[in-house]
Structures are given as C-alpha cells and as structure tokens.
C-alpha cells in the first residue's frame, strides 16, 4: 500500500496518525539520542530534543554516560 493510499484511508477513519507519530517518536527519543534519532529519521535535532524533553527524558547528560572505562565512546 502506497503511504499516500494509508493516509487517506487513516484520515477518512478519523484516525489520529500525528498523535501516533509524535507518540512513537517520543518513544524513540527516551531509548536513544535525539541526535541519533534526527540523523536517522531526517528530522532536526531541535525537533527531536523538543520531543525528548517534553517525554520527560533531555539528553543533556548524554555525553557524560557516552564514556567507559576512560575511553570516548563513537556514536555513529
């Protein structure tokens, strides 16, 4: 099915997809960076960190925990 086709037939079912979307995104961004998640999905980093913050998780302290034993740790 077309994305096109979906949501016409969402729409026309009064089903709410940018509740869903949103919803899936911040589930996103509380198991991974919203960096990554921008990068990944095409969306600005703003948006995603947006999200993250208002899903009660901002990744502010995520460059603290990206270290082990000493040793910076690569993100992509």
Known sequence: MAPATLHKAL???DIPIRRGRNSALRDLVLEMPPAL????LGYSPLAT???AAQAGRPWAGYASIRRYHGKQ???F
């Open 37 to 40: 998640v921008a990068k990944a």
């Open 73 to 75: 740790l690569p993100i």
């Open 49 to 51: 960190e947006l999200h």
């Open 11 to 13: 729409w026309n079912s």
